[in-house]
């Protein structure tokens, strides 16, 4: 789609935020270059230092430039992609069960953040909690049984900015059978969820994917280093067993500057038709 304008008298604040948006989107601006001043942008357009100001104020609020106090604004450098695929769930699944030396080696920051181990803080906090109305029609449990909340984050060592945060929740009565499940000083557990529920006996079969989105608070935008404009992508999986009980819910939230989601959905073959000699029909253009 090739860049254009918003179609409506537009006041000078957007006229100049909306050509520069189409400078960057042409590649006439790549990231990095410096933006013109204020006073530049005044005498450019002929209006005034607000006016300049305030279309700076609409590109940062698009996420296309960057800007601090007293430093000149930039077309936005793109953070690093993390690229998230429906098919890791089958490659943890498959690396629960392999022997412990191998899982203890591979964790999500290979796995997803395709970074090393040693390079991230990681924390965990665990407690138990009522599952109330929402989680327990899920779990099709009642809402005053206990729940494990277990909560996850990741941290840059470099930058002290947050990688990953997620909140997992599995029924208390399904795992209490081994209590090193319940105790947080055995994360982190190599293999991960899939293994831990292994072993009490549980395969996860389905995992189903929620995707939904909100923009950040401005606390969670300090935490993950976020410029303005960019939301949240909120990604709620539900694990089911072979028997379509819902044996774990996780609810992550990923910056959507810095996040693919990719959903590979393999297909069946059609059977095979025995061809009887004859046309079946129209098969395709025109009589």
């Not at 410096?34 to 230092?49: I, K, Q």
């Not at 290979?110 to 665990?126: A, D, K, V």
């Not at 969670?220 to 774990?248: H, K, M, T, Y």
Request: negative net charge; aromatic residues 4%; charged residues 25%.
């Amino acid at each position: 789609m090739e860049p254009r304008p918003t179609v409506v008298p537009l006041p000078i604040q957007l006229k100049i935020a909306d050509d520069i948006r189409m400078q960057i989107e042409r590649g006439e601006l790549t990231p990095g270059d410096s933006l013109p001043t204020l006073a530049e942008l005044a005498e450019r357009w002929s209006c005034s230092v607000g006016s300049a100001r305030a279309a700076i104020a609409l590109l940062k609020a698009q996420g296309l430039i960057s800007s601090g106090r007293g430093k000149a604004p930039v077309v936005r450098v793109p953070p690093r992609k993390v690229i998230r695929s429906s098919e890791r769930h089958q490659v943890e699944k498959d690396l629960a069960a392999r022997p412990e030396a191998e899982r203890a080696v591979v964790g999500e920051a290979e796995t997803n953040l395709n970074m090393q181990i040693s390079e991230q803080e990681f924390r965990s906090r665990y407690d138990q909690v009522e599952a109330g109305p929402d989680l327990a029609d899920l779990f099709r449990i009642e809402p005053t049984e206990l729940l494990l909340r277990r909560r996850y984050d990741s941290t840059d060592r470099a930058s002290g900015l947050l990688l990953s945060s997620s909140i997992s929740y599995m029924p208390v009565a399904l795992i209490s059978s081994n209590p090193a499940l319940l105790d947080e000083a055995n994360e982190p557990w190599p293999g991960g969820t899939q293994h831990q529920l292994s072993t009490v006996g549980v395969e996860i079969m389905t995992m189903i994917d929620e995707v939904t989105g909100r923009m950040p608070t401005t606390a969670e935008a300090q935490l993950w280093g976020l410029p303005d404009g960019v939301p949240f992508i909120l990604c709620r999986r539900i694990s089911l067993d072979a028997n379509e009980r819902v044996v774990e819910v996780s609810d992550a939230e990923y910056p959507a500057d810095r996040t693919e989601l990719r959903f590979v959905t393999p297909l069946k073959p059609w059977p095979k038709r025995r061809s009887s000699g004859k046309p079946s029909g129209r098969q395709g253009g025109r009589p």
